[in-house]
């Protein structure tokens, strides 16, 4: 091509033509604006910081700060790329040719390094990159989520990629970068983790339950909302949130902090929360001078989802710096951890934390989260684990929360005093789904008495998700001493009936039209083992029902819910 050009440019030179020798003019300008010398080497400089927000559905619809550090020395470009999960990234080797930017980035991905080509195409004080993910191509990952999918790979496809490294490496969408400044990062250094000293397991016994979470936990959790950009002042105002919009009395108690509050080891190895958490401490003695507590995220591997430190080889001094904090609940997310140990070291590991937890004598929330793999809900308690999730990443969709919610009727038998399933935090309030589509969330995670951990802003909820989510007589249903999961008692189409024996002998029953038109439904007493004259009890309009003496016929909204209490 540029051959072509320079042969037609010499010609309009030699030529006396003015149009041909206007032509000679943009084409020497156009011929020059690629920036190429002779040699083919770059002569634009592209030195400096480069700044983007990437918004793509892996990483739950909101952008994401994407940032390049690139340095342009003799045609060669060197310099790093930040994601908004993993670790920085070097970039080993890179060249401009014509507009188009190659760059050669050494990516880690759990532990291992693979260099990947990214490319680019420079066009005035922009430059339009297309990132690569990392992790394995998409033939290798057979992941489906669910409450046993048995490999052992990151979090899968879409659900898993807030944060965590999506199990699916390939090209994305296009980001446009700026020249910027970058939000500061205090995520962990690559390391190649077969340097690291090999830490040893438990043999594997079978744990005493610690006594806590009698009931599913019921909290806040700052990833679904915030993730990794959290704060000490976010967390004190959303704990004075908790308190003022009458969460606390509808029973919601722990603030969890998720991934993105570690910096790094102090001289002694402590593991010390970055800047942006100034006093942990403090913090949590004003969490709990609201009469709340304080929750805690970490990984077994070396690295969280984040890319932020975990706590692979400082389980017992980990433990030890959360109790002295004065916290109350614990997350510990595989992650990095698949790439030491297989799925049969998985109870082992989570043991391991378990015993570390119980020799601070501090009474602290043990929450397992590896995705429902290796039939967690098995050893989930064995593994003093007192909730478990079940499920790859909620997200802030329809689809996304159907998949995690529905699946979960087969699990019930597992979920009793002190030991929960966990489909994942709610989505309520954050604006992806409709008001009918959020109280189908709410009323399904209380039917599967899942735990639950709001993951909104609490501190401007709109009255409808303040409804929602302080529902006390739904709430009821999934905080009832019991402790019996829900599960399905039938399913017709796109309809589902599901029942929840509750501590009194009453029946919760939930009507959900998965549907988008509405439907006609109805529950036989006799189904749900009942008779007699019965008090049908509406938990969404807060009102008794004209049953039929045979059971209960309604309309139920698409997409929506009619959940009732049956009571002698
Ligand atoms: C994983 C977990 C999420 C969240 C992120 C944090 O994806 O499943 O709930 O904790 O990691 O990086």
Redesign the pocket.
């Known amino acids: 091509m540029k051959t072509f050009i320079e042969s037609i440019y010499m010609t309009c030179r030699r030529s006396r033509c003015i149009g041909l020798s206007l032509l000679c003019v943009l084409l020497f300008f156009s011929n020059n604006s690629y920036g190429e010398s002779k040699t083919g080497t770059a002569v634009i400089d592209i030195s400096g910081t480069w700044v983007g927000a990437w918004k793509t559905p892996m990483m739950g619809d909101q952008p994401q700060e994407i940032v390049y550090v690139l340095k342009s020395e003799n045609g060669k470009i060197t310099g790093s790329q930040r994601l908004p999960?993993g670790t920085d990234s070097q970039i080993v080797d890179g060249k401009i040719v014509g507009n188009r930017l190659e760059l050669t980035v050494r990516m880690e991905s759990f532990g291992s390094f693979q260099d990947q080509v990214v490319t680019g195409e420079i066009s005035g004080n922009e430059i339009k990159i297309t990132p690569i993910m990392p992790g394995p191509p998409a033939e290798n990952n057979s992941g489906t989520g669910g409450a046993s999918s048995g490999n052992n790979s990151?979090?899968p496809g879409n659900e898993?990629?807030?944060?965590?490294p999506p199990a699916q490496g390939g090209q994305s969408e296009p980001v446009v970068l700026h020249r910027g400044v970058p939000t500061p990062s205090y995520r962990a250094a690559s390391v190649d983790f077969k340097t690291l000293p090999e830490v040893s397991l438990p043999a594997v016994l079978a744990l005493p339950w610690n006594g806590l979470a009698k009931t599913p936990p019921m909290g806040w959790?700052s990833?679904?909302k915030f993730?990794?950009k959290i704060d000490d002042k976010t967390v004190r105002e959303i704990a004075d949130a908790m308190v003022a919009s009458g969460m606390k009395d509808a029973g919601y108690t722990y603030i969890v902090i998720?991934?993105?509050w570690q910096w790094k080891r102090d001289d002694n190895d402590i593991l010390m929360p970055n800047p942006n958490f100034p006093d942990m401490k403090a913090l949590a003695d004003y969490v709990h001078s609201k009469g709340l507590k304080l929750g805690i995220?970490s990984?077994p591997g070396p690295r969280?989802?984040?890319?932020?430190e975990g706590s692979y080889g400082h389980e017992e001094l980990d433990a030890g710096t959360w109790a002295e904090w004065g916290i109350d609940y614990l997350?510990y997310?595989w992650?990095s951890a698949s790439s030491i140990w297989d799925e049969k070291e998985m109870q082992a590991v989570y043991q391991k934390m378990a015993e570390a937890l119980r020799k601070t004598g501090r009474p602290i929330v043990y929450s397992l989260?590896q995705?429902g793999r290796a039939s967690v809900q098995e050893w989930g308690p064995s593994a003093g684990g007192n909730l478990w999730?079940t499920t790859?990443?909620?997200s802030d969709r329809w689809q996304s929360m159907v998949s995690n919610g529905f699946s979960q009727s087969d699990l019930s038998p597992y979920a009793g005093p002190g030991k929960w399933n966990d489909p994942?935090?709610l989505e309520i309030g954050n604006g992806g789904m409709t008001a009918d589509e959020y109280k189908t969330h709410f009323s399904l995670w209380c039917m599967i008495a899942s735990p639950l951990i709001a993951g909104n802003d609490l501190r401007n909820m709109t009255d409808e998700t303040k409804e929602i989510l302080t529902n006390k007589e739904v709430i009821a249903v999934d905080q009832d001493p019991l402790g019996k999961g829900g599960y399905r008692l039938s399913k017709d189409g796109e309809t589902e009936v599901w029942i929840k024996p509750l501590a009194n002998g009453d029946t919760a029953v939930a009507l959900f039209n998965r549907g988008t038109s509405e439907a006609g439904m109805s529950v036989k007493w006799s189904d749900i083992k009942m008779s007699g004259k019965l008090k049908v009890r509406d938990l969404w309009s807060h009102r008794d029902l004209a049953a039929l003496p045979d059971g209960l016929t309604v309309k139920v909204a698409p997409h929506g819910v009619v959940m009732v209490r049956v009571s002698k």
């Open positions: 999960f990151p979090p898993g990629a807030q944060g965590a959790n990833w679904n993730q990794t998720d991934d993105g995220y990984s969280t989802c984040g890319g932020f997350k997310d992650c989260c995705y999730r790859t990443d909620i994942d935090m």
